[in-house]
């Protein structure tokens, strides 16, 4: 396996316990204004792939591998890789830099109130630390946020310390999602661990 191949480079902090935990401070929003932010964004934010497949920022590839369970990670040209860790056996669901290009979220989550059949909670936002100009190794592990009341349909940046989130509390199915969708501003603070 690919994984096994190369030096994996930006694991989760060796010592969990002191990591910065991330806190979301959340108020409601309109669709409008979550759709607002969304074209803000994409309007200046060049896409995160190229045509071949690779994140210019990072000069790596994403790559996904699925069975069974699916396992993201970036590589880059010296066969270098960057675990993208998630909870959840779909994997990751998408990857942002912010708009500084200083911090980058990977974020997952499972669509079903069920959750807790399977999972501890229904969401998880993981955030980095980047250094663009050294590849992988400016990727630097800030913190994450987990929480067991919504999961995530799609979220963007407001700026570098807010977050826009589109989200349901209900069950996702192909005729849409029980009790509609939600829209939350997140702001990102990080706590230190009690020592």
């Not at 830099?97 to 399977?118: C, H, L, R, T």
């Amino acid at each position: 396996m690919l994984l096994l191949l190369g030096l994996n480079l930006c694991v989760k902090a060796q010592q969990p316990e002191a990591s910065p935990l991330l806190e979301l401070e959340t108020k409601a929003i309109t669709q409008q204004d979550f759709e607002q932010y969304k074209n803000t964004f994409d309007s200046y934010q060049p896409p995160i792939l190229d045509s071949n497949g690779i994140i210019k920022a990072l000069n790596a590839y994403l790559v996904t591998n699925c069975d069974e369970i699916c396992e993201s990670h970036l590589l880059d040209q010296d066969g270098k890789v960057c675990l993208l860790p998630s909870d959840y056996d779909s994997g990751i669901l998408g990857l942002l830099f912010s708009p500084d290009a200083k911090q980058m979220i990977v974020y997952s989550s499972y669509d079903g109130p069920e959750y807790s059949n399977f999972y501890e909670n229904r969401s998880e936002i993981l955030i980095y630390e980047v250094d663009t100009t050294q590849g992988l190794k400016g990727i630097q592990y800030a913190g994450s946020y987990t929480t067991p009341d919504w999961s995530l349909e799609d979220l963007t940046w407001v700026n570098s310390e807010t977050l826009a989130l589109m989200v349901y509390r209900g069950s996702k199915t192909t005729q849409g999602v029980d009790g509609g969708y939600e829209y939350l501003s997140a702001k990102m603070m990080f706590i230190s661990p009690a020592k």
